[in-house]
């Protein structure tokens, strides 16, 4: 771990007066201290490859701490085959698939968000999610935190109407460090309630989130987001 954290080192470029970092000395310190990026590190010193540097090419804050992270790590395989290291650090994240069962009839909605996505050049419709920070604590608050921001404190969630489904797996690995922790939320609530937060506007002041409620045969054909597909297989199977 501490060879690992040694080959650490800012992107630079060179003017005339030597080389000049284009990562500054908090974000790198801040990217160091970091649970997430510490996490990433202990896995990869476990790998059985040859690491010669990992430079950091940018670095994204929130507050004091780390958001996310990109950098290149300069690896081989033993044989001295060339790696692919291009990797945005993130840190884990949590997926709540969530089920709510009207109280008089027993009818079941599956809760999606719709929001845009930059990344893919759309608005998609998703399960609530959020990452998991440095400070965020225990996984299940993460969740139910998210669950309250995203679709709203009309839930009431208690983390005894959490299930854990998966533990933890790899999002994009070809890019991401990032493990996704599946939940499956159930919920009985008088249908009024329920029906009060079908097309909700929810999120915090930089979301645009739209709640959406749709039956279990409508599920996989509205959701545009693999781990929500994953989420829904895993709980059905």
Do not use: C
């Not at 003017?15 to 310190?29: A, D, F, R, T």
């Not at 790696?83 to 809760?111: A, C, K």
């Amino acid at each position: 771990m501490k060879n690992i954290l040694s080959k650490v080192v800012p992107d630079t470029i060179d003017v005339n007066s030597g080389l000049i970092s284009l990562v500054k000395q908090n974000e790198m310190e801040a990217l160091k201290n970091s649970e997430k990026f510490l996490n990433w590190a202990k896995k990869i010193s476990r790998m059985d490859i040859v690491i010669k540097e990992i430079t950091v090419l940018k670095v994204h804050m929130f507050g004091s701490q780390l958001g996310f992270a990109h950098i290149n790590v300069d690896a081989t395989t033993n044989d001295g085959k060339f790696i692919p290291g291009i990797t945005f650090i993130r840190g884990d994240s949590v997926f709540m698939l969530s089920i709510l069962e009207e109280e008089e009839t027993g009818i079941e909605w599956y809760v999606l968000t719709y929001q845009p996505r930059i990344a893919v050049g759309s608005y998609i419709f998703e399960i609530p999610a959020g990452m998991i920070d440095d400070d965020s604590g225990e996984v299940s608050s993460v969740a139910l935190k998210e669950l309250i921001e995203e679709v709203g404190s009309e839930l009431q969630p208690m983390k005894s109407d959490l299930k854990l489904l998966d533990s933890g797996t790899a999002t994009t690995p070809g890019a991401l460090d990032e493990t996704g922790k599946i939940f499956v939320f159930k919920k009985v609530l008088p249908a009024k309630t329920i029906a009060s937060i079908n097309n909700k506007r929810s999120g915090l002041d930089d979301e645009d989130i739209t709640v959406k409620l749709v039956k279990k045969e409508d599920f996989l054909s509205t959701v545009q987001s693999m781990p929500a597909k994953v989420a829904f297989l895993l709980y059905h199977q």
